[in-house]
């Protein structure tokens, strides 16, 4: 039997490249396509001409009496942070397991969503019942969860990189560590934006929010680490997809290349999406674009007591929908490469 499970946002880039990634997993009957009022009634072809002959299916609203007539089992919410925090008591209610891609049950803290997302949150058991969705560490409660918290594309990026390294005790305790992301422009959603037009993306290169990004927050939480102690900053490369992350730490004792590379084989041994890279190479955003692949390489400088590492995913792939099917596969049991590979 296959399990059905319906996408709400589907008018979305992460949207798009989770229907395609559906479309062709084994163990998946792609049986609702949801989306806002606006779009009720509009076969998938119209909104994505791509799926022309691919996918069937009319677009319907996420309306509460219709979901238990849909006879879900999971529902995938590809929607903006306000509106998948609406949605998903509504989808629990019903009985649906959902995974929700954007960030409104990713922090614990719920006093932080007025200042970080600009809503009050009023959900404190579906904040604790969330998991945070980083497959390669934790599965086991993913394997058991019935609300995931898919994490950002920029936060996968960098704690991949930066968690085995804390966790082993290497970074120096309260030093700063500084995050220099670089993201393609399919990262801002495919609303209208003046700043995201083609004239104003192509041939440039920019920051946007440094240092208050919503993201630095989710990173710090994942990562044991104080605020305060850490700088991130976003910028939007003239590309469609892709995240290249580079990122400066300071090393409680000098480390050889061999120690940090053991740590990482340590760590994502067997975890068949992260790729530790070796020798000269280093990540580049054409290896893992269209993939679902983590590739991470460093260097290090002042004798071995500072490291700078390098981390590239793409930002729809592993960064969003590629993640989001990795965490159902877990959840129901099956081998989490299933229409990954």
Known sequence: MKIRVGIVGVSGYAGLELIKLVLQHPGIEFAAAMDAEELGGKPLHD?????????????????????????????FLCTPDKVSYDLVPKMMHSGIRVVDLSGS?????????????????????????AVYGLSEWNAKAIASANLIANPGCYPTSVILALLPLIRAGMLETGSD?????????????RGVKPELMFSEVTENFRPYSPITHRHAPEMC???GWDLDSFT????LLPTNRGIISTIYVQLQQPASSAEIEAEYGKRYSGRPFV????????????AVSHTNFCDIAWR????GRRAVLFSAIDNLGKGAAGQALQNFNIMHG?????GLI
């Open 47 to 75: 909104i994505h001409p791509r799926l022309k002959g691919a996918a069937s299916l009319t677009t319907v609203t996420p309306a509460a009496e219709r979901l238990s007539e849909l006879g879900l089992d999971t529902v």
């Open 105 to 129: 049950y990713r922090l614990k803290d719920m006093a932080s969503y007025s200042s970080w997302y600009g809503f009050q949150h009023a959900n404190p058991d579906l904040l604790k019942a």
């Open 177 to 189: 560590i500084l995050c220099d992301s670089k993201s393609g422009v399919t990262g801002a959603g």
């Open 221 to 223: 939480q994942e990562l």
């Open 232 to 235: 991130f900053v976003p910028h």
């Open 275 to 286: 790729r530790i890279l070796e020798g000269a190479r280093l990540p580049e955003l054409r």
């Open 300 to 303: 290090l400088s002042r004798g």
């Open 334 to 338: 099956l081998d989490e490469t299933t």
